[in-house]
Structures are given as structure tokens and as C-alpha cells.
């Protein structure tokens, strides 16, 4: 399906055709590049980048390389291609074709599902925005800003959607996505995780691996959506999302790789020592790694959800990859195993399945985290350490869902409150902690070829091109 990219707003879905429409993303544009100088990538606007634009959604030309100016990029509104006689997979509506339009009973949920995520993706950007002053190499600069043009692009993807479908409601819901900001006290994003800060580079990977992953988790279970707008829009932010993921997890193996490298290289061990050799120790990343995963698990929701049960049965929100899946996709009397609290003891409990549908995708989301981990710990097999990264267990440092308000170790043990604290800082990241690791990333690494001392090179460049490519112009 091709893309029509001269048009003012790039798209692929008739923008021309639907004057109304297109007059009303385009009094919404001048806001949007307001907002995406004020508080998008600091001091970047007048830079050259080596970005990807998408220029169709099949794959074998939705990707197109070249220097672009951020604020030049070209955002738009794309669909992935439909699917014929496409059917609704899951729910009461099951079998039924997928709706072009919004039954109107839906209207307000799916409102509020499309404004929930399309909420997360300018808070990314605003919560990144200094990194690029403290860059590794311009490897990295630039994967940085393809993330963010990429964020920015899935927030019009949203935008659309409210201003196509939602009349009035929709446009005033676009406009306060860009009225809130990450960590503002008045108006802060809807989801803790994204108000949290992105003070350096380590967390920026941590950040990618794990927050960007739970975003692959719920576009795709609004992939399986009986909207079909929806569903088509979620499937093409998917195709972008990977890249998020691979920064994310090559990022943090690369931390891990130049750490391992210099503690093998001059024999040492005690964090201490490898600090002072100017890379991060394996116990930091191990409490920023603790910090991300339970931030980030707290975006799943509460593990059993009326909410979840209710968009599911409406054919709103289905599975991950919900198709696979050898069920009735009706769920009247199935069960799920869910774990609370009780006394001094984590326990089972088995409820139905339909209200257990966050705790569900909470689990898929974890078994893929745990392959991820599983790789970074071959740097250190590879290395011959005995060091090894683990998840914590997935009651710790929770602030939504069963675990809430309880005091839970890494290894899974109920505690009270002082023992708990009395070992926070062995299990989170202190200030002196951020305080050190942003002491390594005082200034940005701009020549071609290089790459900071506490960071290894990737295996291979962007687009094939060679490490010592000038990713980024500075003008």
C-alpha cells in the first residue's frame, strides 16, 4: 500500500479524500512541531540525521535511509494493509467482520484505550530529551533520535484516530496529549512509568528493553481489536517498535560486554575496583535492571480487572497473539492463576480467567524478558565471570496490583518495612548509584569511529553502513 508523501500530512489512508478531516490535523500540526521543539531532542533541531522514513508498509519498502532535520521529518498516518474479510477473533462478537466505524456503545472505551497509549509515546521523547548531550558515539545519537521521530509518528497514529472517529472529544483529547508532560506536577502523563526521569544512557537502554517491550505488548493485543482502524494502525507501530527493543537490549549488552572486557582484562572484581577502571559494575546494572522491570510491570495493570474482562468480552482487546492461542477465545470457565499476599506467604490463587487477562499478558511480557536477560548473561559466560543478571521476583518495588503496599524481596520473601529498607540500597539504584554512572557521560562522543569508555562497540552499523559513518551532522 503506498504512501502519498507529498501531501502536507503523509498518509496512506485517503487524507485528501476527507476535507474536514485533513483541516483538522492540520490546524493540529503547527502545535504538534511546537511541542516537538520545545520539548523534544535539546539542542538537535538544526542537526542532520541519518533517519529511516517509512515510505510504504509492506516490507519490503516501508523503510527509506537518508539526513534528514527532525523538525523536517516527514510524520504521517499509516495503516497497515487490510486484511480481507477480516473477522472479529475473541468475545462476544466473535466471527462477526471487524467494525469500520465505532458501535456506539464502544465509543468512550475505546476512546480511552487510544488516549491511554497514544499518551505514553510524547512523553518517551520529553523524557529523553537531554540524553543526546551526553551521547556514547553518534552510533548511538542517532538511534536515539529514530527512536524519538518514531515516537513522535505513533502519537500522530493516535491523533488520527481520535480526530477521524471521536468528533470534538477526540480533537480536545489530542490537544491535551500535548498539554501534559512527563513528571509535571499539574498535568503529568497518565502513566506513572512515564513520568519517571531518563537521566543517562544506562537507563535510556533499560528503558527501551523493558518499557518499550510492554508497548509491543499492548499494541499487539490492540492489534487483535474488533476496530479495525485500530488494529491496522497498532500492526504498523509494531514494525517500528522492534527497532526500540533492539537499542534496548544491544544497548545494555554493550554495557555489559565493555564491563566485562576491562574486569577480565585487569583481574578485578569488587565493584570499587571496576568503577574505578571508569566502566559500570555488574551490581549497578543489576539495580537499574530491578528498578526498570518493576516500574515497568506496574504498566500491565492490576492482575485481576474487570476492565480487562470487559474489553475482551466487547471485542475490544484481545490476547497476545490471541490467534495462536487453542482456546474457545470466550473464556466463560477457564481459570488463571494469580499470586497475592497472604499472612507472611506469597499464594496462588485461581480466578477466571477472563478478569485475569493483565495478569496474562503481564506473564507473556516476563517470559520474553527472561530470554532477553538470558542473553546478556552470555557476555559473562563468554567472559568466564561468575556473575549472572536475574529478574527479581515479580512482587518487588510494586505500586499497582496485589503486590501493592507490601514489602517484597527480589528472592520473593513477604518482609516488614524496616527490612525492607535497611536493604533498598542494595536492590535499587541510590543517588549515589545514578550519581556515578552519570559521572561517565559528562559530555558527548561525536567523533566518527568512536565510542565511550564504558560502552563496546556494536557488532555492525545502521543500514550496513560502516561503524565510523557520519550518523549525525552537526551544523
Not at 512541531?33 to 519490503?60: C, Q
Not at 529514530?146 to 509518528?153: A, I, K
Not at 504498566?299 to 490476547?319: P, V
Amino acid at each position: 500500500m503506498s504512501i502519498d508523501l507529498q501531501a502536507r500530512i503523509p498518509n496512506n489512508v485517503n487524507l485528501g479524500e476527507d476535507r474536514r478531516l485533513q483541516r483538522a490535523l492540520e490546524a493540529w500540526q503547527p502545535n504538534y512541531i511546537h511541542w516537538w521543539k520545545e520539548l523534544g531532542p535539546e539542542g538537535a533541531m538544526s542537526f542532520d540525521v541519518y533517519l529511516r522514513t517509512a515510505i510504504s508498509v509492506d516490507t519490503n519498502g516501508w523503510a527509506n535511509f537518508g539526513y534528514v532535520k527532525m523538525p523536517d521529518y516527514r510524520w504521517g498516518i499509516f495503516l497497515a494493509e487490510p486484511e480481507a474479510d477480516r473477522r472479529i477473533g475473541f468475545g462476544d462478537h466473535m466471527g462477526e467482520p471487524v467494525w469500520q466505524d465505532i458501535p456506539g456503545e464502544h465509543r468512550s472505551t475505546l476512546r480511552r484505550l487510544i488516549v491511554t497509549q497514544g499518551d505514553t509515546e510524547p512523553a518517551s521523547v520529553e523524557q529523553q530529551r537531554l540524553l543526546g548531550l551526553t551521547c556514547p558515539s553518534l552510533y548511538d545519537l542517532r538511534n536515539l533520535f529514530q527512536v524519538n521521530v518514531e515516537e513522535g509518528r505513533h502519537l500522530w497514529a493516535m491523533v488520527y484516530l481520535l480526530h477521524a472517529y471521536f468528533g470534538r472529544d477526540g480533537r480536545e483529547e489530542a490537544e491535551a496529549m500535548l498539554e501534559r508532560h512527563s513528571g509535571d506536577s499539574d498535568k503529568p502523563r497518565i502513566l506513572g512509568a512515564f513520568n519517571e526521569k531518563t537521566p543517562d544512557w544506562l537507563s535510556y537502554y533499560m528503558f527501551t528493553f523493558f518499557t518499550d517491550r510492554d508497548g509491543k505488548y499492548q499494541l499487539a493485543s490492540l492489534a487483535e481489536s474488533g476496530f479495525d482502524p485500530l488494529s491496522r494502525t497498532c500492526r504498523f507501530m509494531l514494525t517500528e517498535e522492534a527497532h526500540h527493543m533492539f537499542v534496548g537490549e544491544t544497548g545494555v549488552s554493550r554495557v555489559i560486554q565493555r564491563t566485562c572486557d576491562v574486569m577480565t582484562k585487569n583481574k578485578v572484581d569488587d565493584p570499587a575496583d571496576v568503577r574505578a577502571l571508569g566502566v559500570i559494575d555488574l551490581e549497578t546494572i543489576q539495580r537499574y535492571l530491578n528498578f526498570h522491570y518493576s516500574v515497568t510491570l506496574d504498566l500491565f495493570g492490576g492482575d485481576a480487572s474487570s476492565n480487562a474482562a470487559n474489553y475482551y468480552t466487547a471485542g475490544l482487546k484481545g490476547r497476545y497473539e490471541e490467534t495462536k492461542i487453542e482456546d474457545d477465545h470466550l473464556l466463560p470457565d477457564a481459570e488463571y492463576p494469580i499470586f497475592e499476599v497472604s499472612g507472611e506467604k506469597i499464594v496462588r490463587k485461581d480466578v477466571p480467567a477472563l478478569t485475569a487477562l493483565n495478569a496474562r499478558l503481564c506473564d507473556d511480557y516476563i517470559h520474553e524478558i527472561e530470554a532477553g536477560v538470558a542473553r546478556w548473561n552470555r557476555n559473562m559466560e563468554r567472559a568466564g565471570l561468575p556473575h549472572r543478571l536475574t529478574l527479581p521476583h515479580k512482587g518487588f518495588h510494586r505500586a499497582i496490583g496485589n503486590f501493592a503496599g507490601h514489602f517484597i524481596s527480589p528472592a520473593g520473601e513477604v518482609l516488614t518495612e524496616d527490612a525492607w529498607k535497611r536493604n533498598e540500597h542494595l536492590w535499587l539504584p541510590s543517588p549515589a548509584d545514578y550519581a556515578y554512572v552519570q559521572s561517565l557521560m559528562s559530555g558527548r562522543v561525536v567523533e566518527t569511529g568512536k565510542f565511550a569508555n564504558w560502552i563496546a562497540p556494536p557488532v555492525r552499523g545502521v543500514n550496513r553502513m560502516p561503524l565510523n559513518f557520519e550518523y549525525v551532522r552537526f551544523n
